[in-house]
């Protein structure tokens, strides 16, 4: 057999090498250098294992058993695991603050501030006047009250941190009057009554979908009534025969019974964007100022910081959530607070804000910039995709994303690319966007109306020579 085998240019399982020769072979030197022997040795016998299977099913060709081509395989291999999972990606979706692409991206001053955290040891709890422990939200507070209005201020790990903490500190085993359309879901199937739940308060429903009256509050209020609370209506608007309630006619209701409001304001944006010719939405002053007692917010929005969860409002309640035992489980690390103190510095020079914010400059992004970008690289994409695709630069609209602003749209332009065939075109689409997110930096766009769309707000300038280079050749 072991003739035939050899006849046929194959080889037995008795000509497989062994592990310390292969180890000891020129060609692995490399691969240990760079990964160890321990990986290396583990990755070798996995190959072995595999070659010897092959052999005893009917054989493996000679060439495959070269230390070079066993080094080959075992190098890749490891590459590929070392490759880190977290990776950096071109986002063409046209969805700004993409949650699954990240969200905002931090300002140059927010980057080196982390690395600086990452790098050395800081006075994360460590009072510098008095050499005494610290409070590692004295770090952000200070900036927080002047930034919005607030007394005072904390910070957790996210929005949704943020809310529970202020429930089960405040309403613990108590009632918490909310519209009812106002029981929002978000991403991740994070829902209000789930997380009132969760927080030990009970929900008390008034209103319909889609109105809600003052006297519906007032009417609800009991003896267990610990707050009446407002929730953004994060992803989506309801629109026509509609009513509801401001912040500050609930302010008031609950002021005259001697009870907080409170306010999940989700995206959270700190200064009026119209300014910037961006959509209205409510700051956080305006909500402080129209009578809310504490407002939630997320980092990670159109604050343009990092992953966060704040709360403001009065001194008295935010010093009972910082209490709470939940407020050490959700707390953040150093480089969250290391990145969120210069991004809530930009804010005290708001004239800069739009060139030095990122998430602000994206937003704002004009199509003077976006429209002759798509004009240069109409025909770098279309050489990498083919004959079979046509690519257009055409006009389109981009969205802010992460419930902020859900219906309201900002001109853009970009890329469609279509199937160029006969037959239908999903395959092909299917095919060249698996392709692109296959690239070193894999680009992600979105397939709608029979084609892929690169919406081209994301890219910017000093990113494009980079991103045309990796289109040089054509498509696999």
């Known amino acids: 057999m072991a003739d035939q085998l050899s006849g046929a240019g194959l080889a037995a399982a008795s000509d497989i090498p062994s592990l310390d020769r292969l180890l000891n072979a020129d060609a692995l030197q490399p691969a240990l250098a760079t990964h160890g022997r321990t990986q290396v040795v583990a990755a070798l016998r996995r190959d072995l294992d595999a070659l010897r299977k092959r052999a005893l099913d009917g054989g493996v060709p000679r060439h495959e058993l070269d230390a070079a081509a066993v080094a080959a395989r075992t190098s890749a291999a490891l590459d590929e695991a070392a490759r880190p999972r977290l990776r950096a990606v071109y986002n063409l979706t046209g969805t700004v603050l993409h949650t699954n692409l990240g969200r905002a991206l931090l300002p140059d001053e927010a980057v080196a501030s982390v690395l600086r955290a990452l790098t050395t040891p800081a006075n994360l709890e460590f009072d510098l006047d008095t050499g005494g422990r610290g409070d590692r939200d004295d770090l952000i507070d200070d900036l927080l009250c002047e930034l919005t209005g607030a007394e005072a201020a904390t910070v957790v790990n996210n929005n949704a941190a943020a809310v529970l903490l202020m429930l089960n500190a405040l309403a613990d085993r108590r009632e918490v009057v909310v519209s009812r359309g106002e029981l929002v879901e978000i991403g991740g199937a994070f829902r209000i009554p789930d997380i009132m739940k969760r927080a030990g308060a009970r929900l008390v429903e008034v209103g319909t979908t889609n109105r809600t009256h003052a006297a519906d509050y007032e009417n609800a209020i009991g003896l267990r009534t610990a707050m009446l609370m407002k929730v953004h209506c994060s992803n989506y608007a309801v629109t026509g025969f509609t009513k509801s309630v401001s912040v500050a006619e609930v302010a008031a209701l609950a002021h005259a019974r001697g009870l907080p409001a409170t306010v999940d304001l989700g995206s959270g944006t700190l200064v009026d964007l119209t300014q910037f010719g961006l959509p209205k939405e409510d700051t956080v002053r305006e909500t402080i100022a129209a009578g809310a007692d504490l407002v939630t917010f997320s980092g990670d929005k159109l604050l343009g910081g990092p992953q966060a969860g704040l709360l403001v409002g009065r001194a008295d309640l935010i010093r009972k959530i910082k209490k709470n035992p939940l407020k050490r489980a959700l707390r953040v690390s150093k480089l969250t607070l290391a990145a969120l103190e210069p991004v809530l510095q930009l804010y005290r020079a708001p004239e800069f804000l739009a060139q030095r914010l990122t ?118």
């Not at 006009?395 to 859900?406: D, E, H, N, V, W």
């Not at 999903?426 to 698996?434: K, S």
């Open 359 to 476: 998430t602000l400059r994206l937003l704002t992004r004009p199509l003077r910039d976006i429209q002759p970008q798509a004009e240069r690289l109409r025909g770098v994409l279309a050489h990498a995709a083919g004959p079979g695709y046509a690519v257009e630069a055409v006009p389109m609209f981009s969205q802010i994303g992460s419930g902020a602003l859900p219906i309201d749209q900002l001109p853009s332009y970009g890329l469609a690319v279509r199937h160029a065939g006969t037959g239908r075109p999903g395959r092909h689409l299917d095919r060249l966007e698996t392709l692109l997110r296959k690239l070193p930096v894999p680009v992600i766009g979105r397939i709608a109306d029979d084609a892929l769309w690169l919406d081209l707000r994301c890219l910017e300038d000093r990113d494009e020579a980079a991103f045309a280079a990796q289109l040089a050749e054509p498509l696999a």
